[in-house]
């Protein structure tokens, strides 16, 4: 689970910090005011909210178990250990 909500904050991240190295890179001011305008975070935080969408529909269409799968959890067999499968 930490490694679906690890991605999850990630993605959000990206757009800010690739915005930061820009900033760094034509030698701005990354901690000053007038390279932060309100209209700059706004489109910032919508291109990380759809970066988080659309992995949200990637994570739930193209990874997991295949449908119509059964699954089988970690059990004990002749006294050792099988983790779970989906068959």
């Known amino acids: 689970m930490i490694r679906?909500?690890?991605?999850e904050?990630?993605?959000?991240?990206?757009p800010f910090a690739l915005y930061v190295v820009f900033l760094w890179a034509t030698k701005a001011g990354?901690?000053?005011?007038?390279?932060?305008?309100?209209?700059?975070?706004?489109?910032l935080?919508?291109?990380?909210?759809?970066?988080?969408?659309?992995?949200?529909?990637?994570f739930a269409e193209y990874t997991?178990?295949?449908p119509g799968s059964t699954y089988v959890p970690a059990h004990m067999e002749n006294g050792k250990f099988v983790p779970a499968t989906t068959k």
């Not at 990354?30 to 489109?43: L, N, Q, Y």
């Not at 919508?46 to 659309?54: E, K, N």
């Open 4 to 7: 679906q909500v690890f991605t």
């Open 9 to 14: 904050i990630m993605l959000f991240v990206v």
């Open 30 to 43: 990354v901690f000053h005011p007038d390279s932060w305008p309100a209209s700059r975070i706004a489109t």
């Open 45 to 58: 935080t919508i291109v990380a909210l759809a970066l988080m969408a659309v992995s949200f529909f990637y």
């Open 64 to 66: 997991g178990a295949p």
